[in-house]
């Protein structure tokens, strides 16, 4: 039998969740030594409530999700036998394994699960706001590394200018034009100078951790009550909707940039695919000599969209000080640029795609600061991997060929493509 | 509509690409330009539609003066032009690269493909062309995607139709059809440049043909002139177009390539299972359309491909799957495709890049030791035999034109003791004058005893040299023949179309 390479990817897909799916009942399961009661928690506050909380005997658990994911691991190949997509047995089969894996992680314990993922929902905003600023730059071909820059001088100028005015609106205003301003540089050396993007990203992210790092010294610490010491956004809940169990208090009792963040998602992802923009935006992010020769001008809609990323990126940086903590903090933004930026390219450079990767970030970082103060029996240093191994098991089995916009960092102009 | 250009300038620093180029195309008239790789031509069309600004010139439309910018202003005068490095997105379908630049968007901005959709459909009919509006280009083959091209200009009601160099990537087949086009484009009233340096197309469309030489107009012509008397013009001096050849005498075999399968990294199969034989004293061309697995199969006689399996002997003794040191001393010359890339050391001096292959042994050094003035005397010896055009031995190889890069290439590469000669497009870009020295080293080496393996896409150039021709079609040798089939044979066997033999 010859096996096209997508073939291939997904019968690699299957095999391995099937070989996980053994590991986690012998591991999860025969050699889980004490069995204790494991209770997951699904009300948080003022939802109306279907089920308080589910207690379960924690080895039984561990044995019926595994044997869930191996019953599903099958079902995922019978559809491979028949060259079927298996996107939806992946999402249930690696949900199973989670759930043996919580199983046993947390037996005797309680997980709060609707806090779970709640949490992990804020964990992501700004990993998507990152990654969707990524998406701008890199789908018209501009590689854009300095998103954790972006996120980092938004989320100053946000905490400072709340601070300053005492009004979270003024904060949530300037993020974004202090995500704008880093954008114009990088689109002012990346475009019109050719620099290669790739230092240049770099060279941006150490000169906004310097300048805040300094201001943060000079102003922020001996002035505190003045500068640093800004409202925070409260919660909107939305009527009704924010009733539902389990989902309201997890989407709809957020404040408003996570509504902001729904909107911009669903708005570029729209956009991208399906308007006259889009359909320029990819073009000149894959092939823009043909771009320009049908009289579509390269550098200037570049330029557009980087700015824009800065915008969207500012949003998101506004997130760490008026959206959670109100006072900034010395480089609190603490890599989650490239975080969102790991997540652009595990999102395929897709716009939900990258929210997917992010969510996943997001839930494996919450699980992991959950399971620290309950108490697991992994040291906290592995929890503290586990994103980044989900990713890469994510990425060898279940995502395959990655495919960048073919122009994605090299610079365009007419003279030098001919 | 008639197109004017008038003293047309352009320069790339010291060079000088055009040089004050006037012509004239006529309404509905199909007007070639003919001349050589590197004369100007494509420069003076990407100036036309605007993709270049000229230094001086002005250009007119139906005798009245316009300025031509972008290629949005040239698109609007009614100039279209099919590029010979297509300018399609290979990841959007054929609606979605037409209307690029022209969208029609319902509310919200939308776009709105049905228009274009009826409107392809409509002109692939009127054609014969078979273009699916919603197929991905890069799944289409090159000739199709070239009739993508060719609609989009239509479509977007293009009087004048630049064609540069649109052969170049297309099966002797797909070029009868495409001249068959371009005869039918004209009786509808589309006047049509056409850019090319194959002599017989010129003379089987062309109303007039102009002459480009170093940027320069040098003649007209009418396509009753004989190709000895194009080909003149063109290279400035009389060019002899056939070749002395002697009979064949094959003797032993010196290459013997059995059961040869090449994979890229991700597990494709790029050369499928291929048995070739080359004897001693003969020319076995490989001939083939672009990207049918000539590159690989070529680099993997050198070992240069990492996933192979099969057998690779030269003169008896398996080398595949050592290394390309191994390959190179028992005997096998290597004419890569791209000699920039993969055939010479651009910044170092052609004395260097004459012994990359032998730098580390007698007479040329010694352990850690290196004897430049060896090198240097050797060098001089080298520019001699393969009459390299250079100021000294010293200069970067860089500043060479291409045909005396491919002599460095050639001089390194026949100055070792050599069994087989592996030259894969040698003469790609070359000006004749080069070509024709290139050709006469293959048959000399061919008739000093050695096998040659010949890849090539220039039927022109598999005529002239071969003795027998393989084809190969996606990765697979479909067949072997003999130089004697007919053209129009060989360019069905290219398209993968075999004959059953009486």
Known sequence: MNLTPIQLRRRRGVFSMAILSLASLIGFGFLQKNTAPVTFRFVLEKEWVAIHEWTLDSRSGSYGFSAAALLISLWAFFQFRRDKKVHVQSALGGFSLLMAFMCWAASGKMIPFTGLLQGALLLSVPLIFGSMAGVLCERSGVINIAIEGQLLASAFAAGVVASLTKNTTWGLLVAPLAGALISLILATFAIKFSIDQVILGFVINVLVIGMTNFLYKKLLIPYQNTWNSGPILKPIEIPLLSKIPVLGPIFFSQTIIVYLMYAIVLAIHFSLFKTKWGLR?????????????????????RFKNVIIAGLVAGIGGAYFTVGAVGAFGKEMTAGKGFIALAALIFGRWSPLGAVMAALLFGFADNLQGILSITGTPIPSEFMLMAPY???IIAVTGFVGRVRAPAADGIPYSRESSH | MSVELRA???????????????????????????????????????????????????????????????????????????????????????????????????????????????????????FNFDVDPDAVVETLPVGIQQRVEVIRALMYNAKV????????????????????????????????????????????????????????????????????????????????????????????????????????????????NINLEVRAGEIVAVAGVQGNGQTELARAILNLEPHCRGEIQIDGENILGRSVSDAIHSGVAFVPESRELDGLISSFSISENLI?????????????????????????????EFDIRTQSVTDPVSSLSGGNKQKVVLARELSRPV????????????????????????????????????FSTELDEVFALADRIAVMYKGEIIDIVPATISRSDLGLLMAGVKQVKA
């Open chain 1, 389 to 391: 191994i989900a990713t």
């Open chain 2, 8 to 126: 047309i300038t352009k320069t790339f620093g010291a060079l000088v690409a055009n040089d004050a180029i006037s012509l004239r195309v006529e309404d509905g008239e199909i007007h070639a330009i003919l001349g050589e790789n590197g004369a100007g031509k494509s420069t003076l069309m990407n100036i036309l539609y605007g993709l270049l600004q000229p230094d001086s010139g002005e250009i007119s439309v139906d005798n009245k003066s316009v300025t031509i910018n972008a290629p949005s202003d040239a698109l609007a005068v009614g100039i279209g032009m099919v590029h010979q490095h297509f300018m399609l997105i290979p990841v959007f379908t054929v609606a979605e690269n037409i209307v690029l630049g022209h969208e029609k968007t319902k509310s919200l901005g939308t776009l709105d493909l049905s228009q274009a959709r009826a409107e392809i459909a409509r002109i692939s009919k009127e």
């Open chain 1, 281 to 301: 935006t990819r073009a000149i992010g894959e092939h823009p000599t043909a771009a320009d020769s049908v009289g579509i001008s390269v550098n200037s809609l």
């Open chain 2, 356 to 384: 990359l292959d032998v730098f580390d042994k007698e007479p040329y050094g010694k352990k850690l030791a290196m004897f430049p003035s060896v090198v240097r005397s050797e060098a001089e010896k080298r520019i001699q």
């Open chain 2, 419 to 454: 069994k087989v000669v592996v030259a894969s497009q040698p003469t790609r870009g070359l000006d004749v004058g080069s070509i024709e020295f290139v050709h006469e080293r293959m048959i000399a080496e061919r008739d000093a005893g050695r096998g040659v393996l010949l």
């Open chain 2, 161 to 272: 139709l630049i064609l540069d160099e649109p052969t170049a990537v297309l099966t002797p087949q797909e070029t009868d059809e495409l001249l068959t086009v371009m005869k039918r484009l004209k009786s509808q009233g589309t006047s049509i440049i056409f850019i090319t340096h194959k002599l017989r197309e010129v003379q089987a469309v062309a109303d007039r043909i102009t002459i480009i030489r170093r940027g320069k107009v040098v003649g007209t012509a009418l396509p009753s002139a004989t190709q000895e008397e194009l080909a003149t013009q063109m290279v400035g001096r009389p060019v002899v177009l056939a070749l002395n050849k002697k009979h064949p005498a094959p003797g032993r075999s010196l290459l013997a390539i059995k059961d040869l399968t090449v994979t890229d990294n991700r597990g494709v199969e790029l050369v499928k």
